[in-house]
Every structure is written in structure tokens, then in C-alpha cells.
């Protein structure tokens, strides 16, 4: 236990609840490349974090479920496992309240318990925060009331409550979350749900990232949502005019020529995006494999350049952090990272550059936004796990 943030929530659990509870270690997460590629059942290439939400559990002898946070402001809801909960607008207390919404009508026995949690995972900027609080919250009731809720089985729980709070996410973070391990990212089929494990170190070279400080919520900011439904209106077109199938994932850069006049033209370029943003998830594996720190930079700059003039998910901010990493020596590669529209940018850079890099990077982003960006390490931890007291 090295961490402040999971040896205050514990002393917080201790001194008002007087037990020693069950503790639950749920990270975040960044994605190497693969953006709006897993509600098209393709391919994503992320990663867990150090960054986590840290929760603490005891069972109770009443039917309520009690909740506090460390999150950002102190707070403390109670849920009656009955029903009769009132709407929660927005935050935290929604997802839980989704969570036993669905926990229940899927026929698993809850109990009353207590739950405590805090982290240190920054807010709406790209990390993944409401994966980690999902996760962590049902691996926990789980592991509490021994439901046996397998992996699978939670991160497609976690997604249905991001469905019913209003962001139609696919299952990138909900894995990513749950089946991340240290040191590596996770190589995830959307289609099959098969993965496998990537190292992704490039001797010399640091992952970086740069938070721009402009905070997106995808579940309400509905751009998100409507980026899946022009991905939707294509597989239709071609499902009726060419071939029966079910998912960009199976449409070709032929299919798509077919039917270029027939569609909207912003639905035929983000289609064509999904489609290459495939590609590149693929060609960074080889990278990787190869240890070919400019391909993987040069990657890098693609997927960002096609999410700002393609899919158009990008911010001025986060375009011009790219753009002033992209004329710095020892800057390999940058792109905006997540669902968009705020957050962070993932970087690649020389680690004999990286001061003064990251230094030119802050200075020039302030005068031109006066925003002051943030900088994290990139620090690759394990998926949710209980936390040995
Ligand atoms: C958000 C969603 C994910 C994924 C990414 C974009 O993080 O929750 O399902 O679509 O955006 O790649």
C-alpha cells in the first residue's frame, strides 16, 4: 500500500466505519491508438494506469447501500436496494445507482454494505474515470456479496450503465480497466473479445502525457454519440445495397467507394476513418514489435490528424499541442487520446529531450491558450484488483 490516496480513504473507512474493510484497486486507462474504432467492433490498442479509483467495502445489517466520496467534493448517498432511489442528475451517485439497477434485474442477490472511495485519476480529461468507478464498484459488490461476476461479465455490466447514463461506448475501457497489466498494453479484438498482451517500451524514449485542461463529458456532450450513428447509417446503406454484414469491421475501402454518392458525406469520411484508423492499430503493433520509435511516432500524428479532419473529435487545444510537439526535435509523435473533445494527448519522446521538450510544450501552449497544461508520467499498472490489507 504506497499510495496516499488508497491510505486515506482507508483511515476514512476505519475511523467512521470501525472495520477493516475489503479494498479494491480500480485504474484508468490511455489508448495507444484506436479511437472510435471499438463501437465498430475493431481494433484498440490500451493500456491501465498507476492513476485509480480506490475503494473500501464492509458489509452492512440493513438494506441500504451507503456510497461516500473522496472523489472531488465530500459526499454520501444512500440507495435502497428496494427501489424508490431518487434520479441522481449527474456524477457518480448515477452510475451506481445504473449499477444496482442492473445488478438486479439480472437476478443477483444483493446485500446492504458500505463503500468508501477517493482517486487520483483527473476528470473528464481522457483517463477513463467512469471505467475505473464502474469497475472497481461492481468488482467490489462482488467480491463482497460473492456474486462470482466474471470480468467479461462486469465490463459489459459497466457498459450497459454507461448506455443508460447516455454515452453509447463500446467495451475499450471496460477491458482496459479490468484485463490491463503492468509494464504492457492490451491488444483488444472488439469483435471476438480476444486479447493479448503488447510490451511497449521503446528503449530511450518516454510515453508522456499532456492534459489540456479542457474537460469533456462525452454522456452529455452528445457529438460522441453521433459520430456511432453516421458509423451506423453506413453499415446500413451497405448492408442493403452490397452484402449483409453487421459492423464497419466488415465493410472494405471498396464497399465504400460503391456507395460514396449514396451517403452523407460526413458519415462517408468518418466510416473511411474507422476503417484506416484500423489499419494504423495493426501497423503499430508491427512498430512496436519492431521497436521503430519513428513509425510509431509517425502513427501517432496520423491517427491524430485524422481525428481532427476526419472525425472531427479534436479540440484547437489538443490540435495545436500536437502540432507544436510535431516541430520539436526529439518529439517523436502525439495524438489526442480517448473519446474526444477535451483531455489529454499521449506523446512519444527522446528521453535525452524530454525537459526541455516538455518545457517548450508548456510555455508555448499558455501563451497561446493561457491555459496551464498538465504533465503525467506514463506509469503502466495492473487491471482492477483487490488490494491485500
Ligand atoms: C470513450 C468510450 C470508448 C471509446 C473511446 C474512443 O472512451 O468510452 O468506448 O469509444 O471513447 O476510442
Given at each position: 500500500?504506497?499510495?496516499?490516496?488508497?491510505?486515506?480513504?482507508?483511515?476514512?473507512?476505519?475511523?467512521?466505519?470501525?472495520?477493516?474493510?475489503?479494498?479494491?484497486?480500480?485504474?484508468?486507462?490511455?489508448?495507444?491508438?484506436?479511437?472510435?474504432?471499438?463501437?465498430n467492433m475493431g481494433f484498440v490498442l490500451p493500456a491501465s494506469i498507476e492513476k485509480s479509483i480506490y475503494f473500501a467495502f464492509q458489509k452492512n445489517d440493513h438494506k441500504n447501500i451507503n456510497v461516500e466520496t473522496f472523489l472531488s467534493d465530500p459526499e454520501k448517498i444512500t440507495f435502497y436496494i428496494q427501489g424508490g432511489n431518487e434520479p441522481f442528475k449527474a456524477g457518480w451517485g448515477s452510475y451506481f445507482k445504473a449499477i444496482i439497477q442492473i445488478l438486479l434485474k439480472k437476478g443477483y442477490e444483493l446485500h446492504g454494505f458500505d463503500c468508501v472511495f477517493g482517486g487520483d485519476i483527473p476528470i473528464g480529461a481522457g483517463l477513463s474515470s467512469s471505467a475505473?468507478?464502474?469497475?472497481?464498484?461492481?468488482?467490489?459488490?462482488?467480491?463482497?456479496?460473492?456474486?462470482?461476476?466474471?470480468?467479461?461479465?462486469?465490463?459489459?455490466i459497466a457498459q450497459e450503465a454507461e448506455h443508460l447514463i447516455g454515452l453509447n461506448c463500446g467495451l475499450m475501457d471496460q477491458y482496459a480497466v479490468l484485463f490491463g497489466k503492468q509494464s504492457h498494453a492490451l491488444f483488444l479484438d472488439c469483435r471476438d473479445l480476444t486479447h493479448?498482451?503488447?510490451?511497449?517500451?521503446?528503449?530511450?524514449?518516454?510515453?508522456?502525457?499532456?492534459?489540456?485542461k479542457i474537460q469533456h463529458n462525452l454522456a452529455v456532450d452528445s457529438e460522441y454519440n453521433k459520430r456511432r450513428t453516421s458509423c451506423?447509417?453506413?453499415?446500413?446503406?451497405?448492408?442493403?445495397?452490397?452484402?449483409?454484414?453487421?459492423?464497419?469491421?466488415d465493410v472494405t475501402q471498396e464497399h465504400l467507394e460503391k456507395i460514396k454518392f449514396e451517403v452523407n458525406p460526413n458519415d462517408y469520411k468518418r466510416a473511411k476513418y474507422v476503417l484506416e484508423e484500423?489499419?494504423?492499430?495493426?501497423?503499430?503493433?508491427?512498430?512496436?514489435?519492431?521497436?521503430?520509435?519513428?513509425?510509431?511516432?509517425?502513427?501517432?500524428?496520423?491517427?491524430?490528424?485524422a481525428m481532427s479532419k476526419d472525425y472531427e473529435i479534436t479540440t484547437p487545444e489538443l490540435d495545436y499541442l500536437v502540432k507544436t510537439g510535431e516541430h520539436l526535435e526529439g518529439v517523436k509523435g502525439s495524438r489526442m487520446m480517448g473519446g474526444g473533445f477535451g483531455g489529454c494527448t499521449i506523446n512519444l519522446i527522446k528521453t535525452d529531450?524530454?525537459?526541455?521538450?516538455?518545457?517548450?510544450?508548456?510555455?508555448?501552449?499558455?501563451?497561446?491558450?493561457?491555459?496551464?497544461?498538465?504533465?503525467y508520467q506514463l506509469e503502466i499498472g495492473d487491471g482492477v484488483h483487490v488490494i491485500k490489507n
Amino acid at each position: 500500500m504506497d499510495n496516499m490516496v488508497i491510505g486515506a480513504v482507508k483511515t476514512y473507512f476505519i475511523t467512521h466505519y470501525n472495520n477493516s474493510p475489503l479494498l479494491i484497486k480500480a485504474p484508468g486507462r490511455v489508448n495507444l491508438i484506436g479511437e472510435h474504432t471499438d463501437y465498430n467492433m475493431g481494433f484498440v490498442l490500451p493500456a491501465s494506469i498507476e492513476k485509480s479509483i480506490y475503494f473500501a467495502f464492509q458489509k452492512n445489517d440493513h438494506k441500504n447501500i451507503n456510497v461516500e466520496t473522496f472523489l472531488s467534493d465530500p459526499e454520501k448517498i444512500t440507495f435502497y436496494i428496494q427501489g424508490g432511489n431518487e434520479p441522481f442528475k449527474a456524477g457518480w451517485g448515477s452510475y451506481f445507482k445504473a449499477i444496482i439497477q442492473i445488478l438486479l434485474k439480472k437476478g443477483y442477490e444483493l446485500h446492504g454494505f458500505d463503500c468508501v472511495f477517493g482517486g487520483d485519476i483527473p476528470i473528464g480529461a481522457g483517463l477513463s474515470s467512469s471505467a475505473a468507478l464502474c469497475c472497481g464498484f461492481i468488482h467490489g459488490v462482488s467480491q463482497l456479496l460473492d456474486l462470482s461476476i466474471s470480468k467479461k461479465e462486469n465490463a459489459l455490466i459497466a457498459q450497459e450503465a454507461e448506455h443508460l447514463i447516455g454515452l453509447n461506448c463500446g467495451l475499450m475501457d471496460q477491458y482496459a480497466v479490468l484485463f490491463g497489466k503492468q509494464s504492457h498494453a492490451l491488444f483488444l479484438d472488439c469483435r471476438d473479445l480476444t486479447h493479448k498482451y503488447v510490451p511497449i517500451n521503446l528503449k530511450g524514449y518516454s510515453w508522456v502525457l499532456i492534459d489540456s485542461k479542457i474537460q469533456h463529458n462525452l454522456a452529455v456532450d452528445s457529438e460522441y454519440n453521433k459520430r456511432r450513428t453516421s458509423c451506423e447509417k453506413v453499415v446500413s446503406i451497405v448492408n442493403d445495397r452490397i452484402e449483409p454484414l453487421s459492423s464497419l469491421r466488415d465493410v472494405t475501402q471498396e464497399h465504400l467507394e460503391k456507395i460514396k454518392f449514396e451517403v452523407n458525406p460526413n458519415d462517408y469520411k468518418r466510416a473511411k476513418y474507422v476503417l484506416e484508423e484500423n489499419e494504423r492499430v495493426l501497423k503499430m503493433m508491427d512498430a512496436l514489435e519492431m521497436g521503430d520509435a519513428d513509425l510509431v511516432g509517425r502513427i501517432l500524428l496520423q491517427g491524430h490528424w485524422a481525428m481532427s479532419k476526419d472525425y472531427e473529435i479534436t479540440t484547437p487545444e489538443l490540435d495545436y499541442l500536437v502540432k507544436t510537439g510535431e516541430h520539436l526535435e526529439g518529439v517523436k509523435g502525439s495524438r489526442m487520446m480517448g473519446g474526444g473533445f477535451g483531455g489529454c494527448t499521449i506523446n512519444l519522446i527522446k528521453t535525452d529531450n524530454l525537459e526541455s521538450c516538455l518545457d517548450t510544450i508548456k510555455n508555448k501552449y499558455e501563451e497561446e491558450t493561457t491555459i496551464e497544461c498538465e504533465i503525467y508520467q506514463l506509469e503502466i499498472g495492473d487491471g482492477v484488483h483487490v488490494i491485500k490489507n
